[in-house]
């Protein structure tokens, strides 16, 4: 069984049309939730971590929110420079465990 | 160095032969992850370090896989007798706290032919 889904597999937006990327997860005592944002032929590069329910971090036009059971990525009028895969990853005892990802692309 | 460095970026070996990737971490950077990533799929845990320590080698998939971090910095990871299904990106990271964020390094792209 997954411990992590991402949704949806691949998101095309118009210059300024905000969306949300979802990760939802299954582990229990989870020890954080991470988002990283990857391009291609690069290593993921890290945006956030939630460590509990109901918070909340924001970074330019990223905003990461999480509940009990999964976590939403907004994006507010986003720009073809946020053009990326999306990664979000669980902390369980010594490993982390990642999604597939959301390929974005942003269209200008 | 500012960032993770990994090498060689690009890896091309036969069947059969034997590699090593080498991870450089950010400097003091104690805790030090190696993950595998394949086309269209997030990266795959492979083993932890904390210092010089293997603290978690249970991603690793089988004996032909092995790696070390003699000194608490640099690691290598060896792969003998490669397969074809060995072809992926291996990713490095590291962090002062295995729960805070990792930096990770751009990768090597194996490929098995």
């Known amino acids: 069984e997954d411990q992590v889904t991402q949704s949806p597999e691949a998101l095309r937006l118009q210059e300024g049309e905000s969306s949300s990327l979802n990760c939802s997860y299954t582990v229990s005592g989870l020890r954080g939730l991470f988002w990283y944002r990857q391009d291609p032929g690069k290593g993921p590069e890290f945006l956030f971590t939630l460590y509990s329910a109901g918070e909340e971090k924001e970074k330019e036009r990223l905003k990461a929110t999480l509940t009990k059971k999964e976590s939403f990525l907004h994006i507010t009028a986003p720009k073809p420079e946020d053009s990326a895969t999306y990664l979000c990853a669980v902390a369980w005892g010594n490993q982390f465990y990642f999604g597939t990802g959301t390929s974005l692309t942003v269209i200008p | 160095g500012a960032g993770v460095s990994q090498t060689p970026s690009n890896k091309v070996t036969e069947k059969g032969k034997y590699v090593e990737l080498r991870c450089d971490p950010i400097s003091g950077h104690t805790a030090l992850y190696w993950y595998r990533q394949s086309l269209g799929q997030g990266p795959e845990f492979l083993i932890y370090?904390?210092?010089?320590?293997?603290?978690?080698d249970s991603g690793l998939p089988n004996d032909r896989f092995f790696a070390v971090r003699p000194e608490g910095s640099v690691s290598t990871l060896k792969i003998q007798r490669t397969e074809r299904g060995d072809s992926a990106v291996y990713l490095c990271a590291s962090s002062f706290d295995r729960l805070r964020g990792y930096t990770f390094g751009s990768g090597t792209r194996l490929t098995v032919v």
């Open positions: 370090f904390q210092g010089t320590g293997a603290a978690d």
